[in-house]
Nanobody, 121 residues
């Protein structure tokens, strides 16, 4: 099983990026998927998650209204559209799949390798 995140890069404050995560090795059409991030010297934090059945979405307060998570279960893909980016959004972003518990905000079984997002002021 592999999750491959892509789409990171350098962007100015106020700009946008779209992250993609391609899953392979098994279908995640019946699993929740999420995005987390980790800035240097900080703990990994939850950003967004999407359920499999009703496509319900969940967001951290810090990104609510600016980021949008979506998925294409047929393609085994999950996306994170990031708008109005801020310097404090700078981090390595990780996609994740298949929750370990009932919480969308907790740990997941499968993780991607991460993609760097840098927002300049």
């Amino acid at each position: 099983v592999q999750l491959q995140a892509s789409g990171g890069g350098l962007v100015q404050a106020g700009g946008s990026l779209r992250l993609s995560c391609a899953a392979s090795g098994r279908s995640f059409s019946g699993s929740a998927m999420g995005w987390f991030r980790q800035a240097p010297g900080k703990e990994r934090e939850f950003i967004a998650a999407i359920s499999w059945r009703f496509l319900s979405t969940y967001y951290a307060d810090s990104v609510k209204g600016r980021f949008t998570i979506s998925r294409d279960s047929a393609k085994n893909m999950v996306y994170l559209q990031m708008n109005s980016l801020k310097p404090e959004d700078t981090a390595v972003y990780y996609c994740a799949a298949d929750r370990k518990t009932d919480s969308y905000y907790g740990d997941y079984k499968y993780w991607g390798q991460g993609t760097q997002v840098t927002v300049s002021s």
